[in-house]
């Protein structure tokens, strides 16, 4: 079991940068699989990145791709997701989730989710 807290969010400019931190409890941080997913208003959620158990492999939604990058701190349990060259069409509600196994794009595949932060990109 555990806990998602996401924090970071925010508004900026595009072309600005943010980052989101998502802090975990319980004391198996290191054996879950992390993603982040984001959800827009009237979309459905979707897949931003993920990042496997040591932090050794990534995988990005290809519009996101070398603008955003994932990474964890295992002794710190927390998620981070730095986006630079923000778009507007990057606004969106994003969530953190933990699978202990699942190392794959569809939500339903993830055991765990975080309350949500809300990102707003002005053109």
């Known amino acids: 079991q555990v806990a998602l807290v996401e924090s970071g969010g925010g508004l900026v400019q595009a072309g600005g940068s943010l980052r989101l931190s998502c802090a975990a409890s319980?004391?198996?941080?290191?054996?879950?699989?992390m993603a982040w997913f984001r959800q827009a208003p009237g979309k459905e959620r979707e897949f931003v990145a993920k990042?496997?158990?040591?932090?050794?492999?990534?995988n990005y939604k290809a519009s996101v791709k070398g603008r955003f990058t994932i990474s964890r701190d295992n002794a710190k349990k927390t998620v981070y997701l730095q986006m630079n060259d923000l778009k507007p069409e990057d606004t969106a509600v994003y969530y953190c989730?933990?699978?202990?196994?699942?190392?794959?794009?569809?939500?339903?595949?993830?055991?765990?989710w975080g309350q949500g932060t809300q990102v707003t990109v002005s053109s």
């Open positions: 319980g004391r198996t941080f290191s054996s879950y699989i």
């Open positions: 989730a933990a699978a202990p196994s699942y190392y794959g794009d569809y939500a339903v595949g993830y055991d765990f």
């Open positions: 990042i496997n158990w040591s932090g050794g492999s990534t």
